[in-house]
Nanobody, 121 residues
């Protein structure tokens, strides 16, 4: 089992930046971020492979968000820049048993509790 704990969420103005973190209870393979806005399905945001060398992004965040990881600390990060009101959602970190990064929600085995990110206009 892997426990995942997100931190760093909160309220930020449009155009601002926020860095969120996900601490894992032990070393993990590939990981990712998803988000869920009110009334919408949970959607893929970004993913990173086990080594940190390969990343994937949703088109909606490409060029604005950066995913990274520090395996020595068992922690994954999401740097979010140029935030927009439509980025408002509950953000979840997740981990898979795969080595390669994946966008598919069904391939993630472990999930954090989620944290609110609100971008005001």
């Amino acid at each position: 089992q892997v426990q995942l704990v997100e931190s760093g969420g909160g309220l930020v103005q449009a155009g601002g930046s926020l860095r969120v973190s996900c601490a894992a209870s032990r070393r993990t393979f590939s990981m990712g971020w998803f988000r869920q806005a009110p009334g919408k399905e949970r959607e893929f945001v970004a993913a990173i492979d086990w080594s940190g060398d390969s990343t994937l992004y949703a088109d909606s965040v490409k060029g604005r968000f950066t995913i990274s990881r520090d395996n020595a600390k068992n922690t994954m990060y999401l740097q979010m820049n140029s935030l927009k009101p439509e980025d408002t959602a509950v953000y979840y970190c997740a981990a898979t048993l795969l080595i390669g990064a994946t966008i598919h929600r069904s391939e993630y085995n472990y999930w954090g509790q989620g944290m609110q990110v609100t971008v005001s206009s």
